[in-house]
């Protein structure tokens, strides 16, 4: 069973908390659509409940050797470059922790997992 707190920098902080944070920042990126992909199980809980998979689910955060490591799958609007985007969502992903929590983030990898094409 994971872990629901990271210790770092001699305090406890809830992995949600971070979460939290961590998708608040990135979906402030111009070309994010949203944190979390457009996967199957996604899609299915959006049309029977009319909600959202937890932003929980969609960031990962984990402490290595003491510092703070991060994960955030996204899915982005269409014709925005990849690499600028995720330096982009890097940059005020590791802002927004250092501000929020007050400890550096050592790594923020930033997955891309689907595609949002605007309706015509």
């Known amino acids: 069973m994971a872990e ?6 001699g305090i406890g902080i809830s ?3 971070v979460s939290a944070i961590v998708s ?3 979906e402030k ?10 996967d199957i199980a996604s899609n299915l809980v959006s049309v029977f409940t009319r909600r959202s998979v937890s932003s929980d ?3 990962e955060s984990r402490v290595e050797d003491g ?11 269409y014709g925005y470059p990849f690499t600028q985007l995720a330096a982009s969502v890097r940059e005020a992903v590791a802002s ?11 790594a923020v990898d930033v997955c891309i997992d689907s595609l949002v094409f605007p309706k015509e």
């Open 4 to 9: 629901p707190e990271l210790f770092i920098s």
């Open 15 to 17: 992995k949600s908390v």
């Open 24 to 26: 608040a920042a990135a």
């Open 57 to 59: 689910a969609a960031v």
């Open 96 to 106: 927004a922790i250092n501000e929020q929590v007050g400890v550096d983030v050592a």
């Open 67 to 77: 510092q703070l490591k991060v994960t955030v799958h996204l899915a982005v609007f």
């Open 29 to 38: 990126v111009e070309g994010v659509a949203h944190v979390g992909g457009n």
